[in-house]
């Protein structure tokens, strides 16, 4: 059982770096801007700023990478979700957005990496692969239009060739991106965390926002406490509660699971992923999974858009795994757990501005550990009044549900159904 406020049981938490605790705020202080929350959003905006000379205040309420940042996949995954949608309603301009900022969360972290000195298993090289002739002719295609644009770090493989890469007969090809990444979530984020902070970033744990009083300087009040800054910044995700009024309906919660085997071995850790990938299938409702440092298999997915909760997680999961996988054999699982992550209803991230001092980014859709990074950068750019990223982004039109906390999650898991469907017949 975990206690409340600490991370969850998990291969992460149990593999966590050392970090300490920060005690929670009291008192009134001041910043130039005040973070609210201490996942991948918050604190690479924290750090961005803080490495551009702005005092910065942090609040989390649990603990740093305490929600989706510190539970999820680890995988680095290039470009946004929704890009379809933002192609459609931003045209040239989006397009042109898409292409420029694809890596660009890659790069920030490996500079960070490279500059913190930061642990926490970064690996270049990522999969995508097809469950069906449809996935493997659209995969085909991204690979020849990257092609076109002068990218040489794709690979298009067949199910034969692919076994090279995932020894498994479950997938009729793969792309594979050398860009692409994997790492330990948890750790990167305390470790830029701790780089903030070196930085000058004054950071509180257990510290929930009361609210946000002040229309010329925003006041953020705690329990005990409180922040007045020049500016705020919203990055609680899925977990937030602040400003609903505004933000409800347009984002609404899944929760999604994970699995970390017992050690296999260093052999029969590469005899399943050779080359160390990154591993997801292209289905809307997708699978994915990867090896770890200490020779594991983490294994994700059973997304549920109800927003229900799996009771039986290692249940639900370890017999896709050995679909999948079947030479594993009875292998045992030694971690399980899930949480929440943010999907807005078109896919595209909610990141703009409820007000000229007050910002928010949310609903990364699976792509939060690349695109938080982004976002951050995107913060504080828009708080240097270098606003041509977040225009773009508020200028998407989002679609909203009333009274959302009571039917948005089953309307959406109605739709997800639908598209659950299409992957299983291969449409």
Known sequence: ????????????????????????????????????????????????????????????????????SGRNGGQVLAGWSGEGEMAKQLGEDGVRFLRRTKYRGHDIIEERIAKYEIACDYARGSITVAANAKQQRALAAEYEAEKALGADHFELLDDTSLRAHVATDAYCGGLIDRRGAHCHPLNLCLGEAQAAEKLGVRIFERTEVSSIDG??????????????????????????????????????PAQTFMIATERLGPERARDALPDNLGVCDANWVLDYFRRTSDDRLLFGGRCTYSNREIIDIEGSLLPRLKRILPQLGDVKVDYAWGGAIGIPLNRVPLIGKLRDNLYYAQGYSGHGVNCSHIAGEIL??????????IDLFEAVRHFRIPAATLVGNPLLAMGMTWFRMRDVIGI
């Open 215 to 252: 229309d010329a300087a925003p006041v953020v009040r705690t329990a005990a406490g409180s922040v007045r800054a020049k500016f705020a910044i919203l990055a609680g995700n899925a977990y937030h509660k602040l400003a609903q009024s505004t933000l409800r309906g347009a984002m609404l």
């Open 380 to 389: 504080a750019d828009a708080i240097e009044a270098k606003t041509a990223d």
């Open 1 to 68: 059982m975990t206690a409340a406020g600490e991370h969850v049981r998990s291969w992460y938490a149990a593999t966590a770096n050392p970090s300490r605790e920060r005690p929670p705020l009291a008192g009134e202080h001041e910043a130039d801007i005040c973070v609210i929350g201490g996942g991948f959003t918050g604190v690479s905006a924290a750090l961005t700023l803080a490495e551009r000379g702005r005092s910065v205040i942090l609040l989390e309420a649990n603990r740093i990478g305490w929600g989706a």
